[in-house]
Antibody, heavy 121, light 108 residues
Framework: QVTLRESGPALVKPTQTLTLTCTFS??????????VSWIRQPPGKALEWLAL???????YYSTSLKTRLTISKDTSKNQVVFTMTNMDPVDTGTYYC?????????????WGKGTTVTVSS | DIQMTQSPSSLSASVGDRVTITCRAS??????LNWYQQKPGTAPNLLIY???YLQRGVPSRFSGSGSGTDFTLTITSLQPEDFATYYC??????????FGQGTKVEIK
């Protein structure tokens, strides 16, 4: 059974760096075609794709946010770490990690429950 | 970035109705199009991938079609548990993915 769980602070101050960890089980990020992606959702708004790391350790970022984002993996711990610098109140929302499968097509077939992040002083 | 536009933004329907949601891409994405369902307070759930392939465990009343720039999600007989928000997602420009703005399906 594939599961993912997000963890990190619920509250960050403006200008601080957000660090979130995605801990997963049921698959390996060394297996061909396996990826982990981060998605966020401001309250009452649509989903926004943020970043992805794949089994080769290639990393990809949202065009509009890439100067603020970093994604990395620790395969021995089955974890993916996501950071976003210079947080602003508009970054408030729910942050999800999910497994992305790359078998000809890409899709996110299993998601974590999400973690809510509020940016406020 | 490729823009994804869903229509309508919301709709009201009754149990048993046939519901159609459309998603238009700003450029040709062939069939690199996924559909997700999201219920309040929960994570999205994959329904359809590659435009028309039903994800394992998803009821057969859900179907997807389309190619190029125009895509459709159809629910043939709406059930009470189908009231939710639906999102399309393009994965053509991998991996600079984008989602549509969502379509909320409400009870009439």
């Amino acid at each position: 059974q594939v599961t993912l769980r997000e963890s990190g602070p619920a509250l960050v101050k403006p200008t601080q760096t957000l660090t979130l960890t995605c801990t997963f089980s049921g698959f390996s990020l060394t297996t061909s075609g396996m990826c982990v992606s981060w998605i966020r959702q401001p309250p009452g708004k649509a989903l926004e794709w943020l970043a992805l790391i794949d089994w080769t350790d290639d990393k990809y970022y949202s065009t509009s946010l890439k100067t603020r984002l970093t994604i990395s993996k620790d395969t021995s711990k089955n974890q993916v770490v996501f950071t976003m610098t210079n947080m602003d109140p508009v970054d408030t929302g729910t942050y999800y990690c999910g497994r992305a499968v790359a078998h000809g097509y890409y899709y996110m077939d299993v998601w974590g429950k999400g973690t809510t992040v509020t940016v406020s002083s | 970035d490729i823009q994804m536009t869903q229509s309508p933004s919301s709709l009201s329907a009754s149990v048993g109705d046939r519901v159609t949601i459309t998603c238009r891409a700003s450029q040709n994405i062939i069939n690199y199009l996924n559909w997700y369902q999201q219920k309040p307070g929960t994570a999205p759930n994959l329904l359809i991938y590659a435009a028309s392939y039903l994800q394992r465990g998803v009821p057969s009343r859900f179907s997807g079609s389309g190619s190029g720039t125009d895509f459709t999600l159809t629910i043939t007989s709406l059930q009470p548990e189908d009231f939710a928000t639906y999102y399309c997602q393009q994965t053509y420009k991998t991996p600079t993915w984008t989602f549509g703005q969502g379509t909320k399906v409400e009870i009439k």
